[in-house]
């Protein structure tokens, strides 16, 4: 019989991010004792407004802070009594990755390291079945699949071929060795490409709606036959809510949306419900806009993660189908004027679009 853990003090890192901001909103709803020490440094892809509207929200406190910042890890530990840390905050786009590497290292192994370290000194001496650490983690650590290549399962050896991924395979290294050297009670789940509310318009679906709407190219790297796994966020917040209460300590879990289109295939999609919804638009049909543009660099050619592992165990499986996922997703962007208005308004989006888009010409969002 699976022990299940109460949470009742929880610290999540980069809760004002796509991500970290959807887990927070999950677990308020879905946990009604559980308070949240928010976490984040608010970089550009961070920000109050994804915690607008947090359902309970005394619940909530937020920081404004590093995850690399020792002193301020160590006081929210001790100050809040926290039992479980959820591990969100990272530099997470491939892109930016190739060009300016060192943040990458920073934030995500430096940072890693730092909250891991925090941790072990905060839970010495404590019963190690009340305390837990989730790492968030990627499926890129992998590498990329062969067309023909089975799904990959837990375990299987690292080949990281970006920058990113080379800093989330040294993340993931550095908290089994803390739980292996220390005895600190771990978790990690890697999971697939996520979509949904609140995700900064660098990624592929937001870029593609905003883009779509406004009319300006809708750039594919290639000849866009890449295939990834797509994730509704609600469904991975889910997963890792039944990781840190029911999860083997030491384990790690996969977690996927069961689905591999190719990036050009789910452009059309997005397209064809730009289309269906936007029929007054001027830019339809919104395949139109499509703009093959140079591959990146290294591009890897496929991911597939088998989450055989968290279904057996856990009884976890997604409930969003891509179809059904992407509709809703597209509603949301369509609806999310005020949200994305803010967003483009800052100066930290107008530093990323200097920063990502000064030589593309395929447009920005």
Request: glycine share 10%.
């Amino acid at each position: 019989m699976v022990k299940i853990r109460v949470l009742q003090r929880v610290l999540v890192t980069g809760g004002a991010g796509f991500i970290g901001s959807n887990f927070v909103r999950h677990l308020l709803a879905a946990r009604p004792a559980v308070t949240i020490v928010d976490l984040d440094a608010l970089t550009y892809a961070g920000s109050r407004e994804n915690l607008r509207d947090l359902p309970d929200p005394d619940r909530h406190q937020f920081v404004h802070g590093d995850i690399t910042d020792r002193a301020l890890v160590d006081r929210l530990l001790a100050e809040h009594a926290i039992d479980t840390i959820v591990h969100f905050a990272a530099e997470s786009h491939v892109d930016r990755s190739i060009t300016g590497p060192g943040a990458f290292v920073q934030t995500n192994v430096v940072g890693t390291f730092t909250l891991l370290d925090a941790a072990r000194a905060a839970w010495r001496g404590r019963d190690p079945g009340g305390v837990r650490f989730h790492h968030v983690s990627t499926d890129e650590v992998y590498g990329s699949l062969a067309p023909d290549a089975a799904p990959v399962a837990e375990g299987a050896a690292y080949a990281p071929r970006s920058p990113y991924a080379a800093s989330k395979a040294a993340s993931d290294h550095l908290v089994r060795a803390y739980a292996t050297t220390y005895g600190l009670p771990v978790t990690i789940s890697n999971c697939s490409n996520n979509y949904g509310p609140y995700q900064f318009p660098e990624k592929l679906i937001p870029l593609m709606i905003v883009n779509g709407v406004l009319g300006k190219p809708l750039p594919v790297y290639g000849d866009g036959l890449q295939v990834r796994d797509w994730l509704h966020v609600d469904d991975h917040c889910a997963a890792i809510v039944a990781i840190v209460e029911r999860g083997r300590p030491g384990a790690t879990y996969h977690v996927g949306g069961g689905n591999q289109p190719t990036n050009l295939e789910l452009v059309g999609r997005l397209c064809a419900l730009l289309d269906a919804r936007l029929p007054a638009s001027p830019h339809r049909p919104h395949a139109g806009l499509i703009t093959h543009v140079v591959d990146r660099p290294g591009h890897d050619r496929r991911y597939d993660l088998d989450c055989g592992l968290i279904e057996r165990e856990l009884g976890w499986r997604p409930r969003h189908d891509l179809a059904t996922g992407l509709a809703a997703t597209v509603d949301w962007y369509l609806a999310a004027g005020a949200w994305l208005a803010a967003i483009r308004d800052s100066d930290d989006f107008r530093r990323w679009l200097t920063l990502n888009y000064a030589d593309r010409g395929a447009g920005a969002p």
